[in-house]
């Protein structure tokens, strides 16, 4: 019989880490961003951190958010990968 598999992450997750890389140069962008974050988890409070790249084409943003399931994190990951803004989401 083959073995189970433990899950790599135990849910609910009070402070699951999503890093987001990607053209995110305006306020609006940013917006867009923090939206749908607040979609998945309402009581988030926006970024923690955001850096932009050396060369200032990309831009980085931390959240932490409650995560629920993997369900949630794949439509989180799905809904962040539509706007054409993101390139990686860690």
Known sequence: MPS??????TFPCKQYPIRILGTLQT???QNTIIAIIK??????T???A???????????MLF???ATS????????HDLKATGLVKIVL
Do not use: M, V, W
């Not at 979609?39 to 988030?44: A, I, L, T």
């Not at 932009?52 to 980085?60: C, L, Y």
């Open 64 to 66: 932490s958010i409650y």
């Open 27 to 29: 306020a609006q962008q």
């Open 50 to 60: 955001t850096k932009q790249s050396r060369k200032g084409t990309f831009q980085s």
């Open 39 to 44: 979609k998945y988890d309402p009581d988030n």
């Open 46 to 48: 926006g970024a923690l």
């Open 70 to 77: 993997e369900i949630q994190l794949k439509k989180l990951h």
């Open 4 to 9: 189970q598999k433990k899950p790599i992450i």
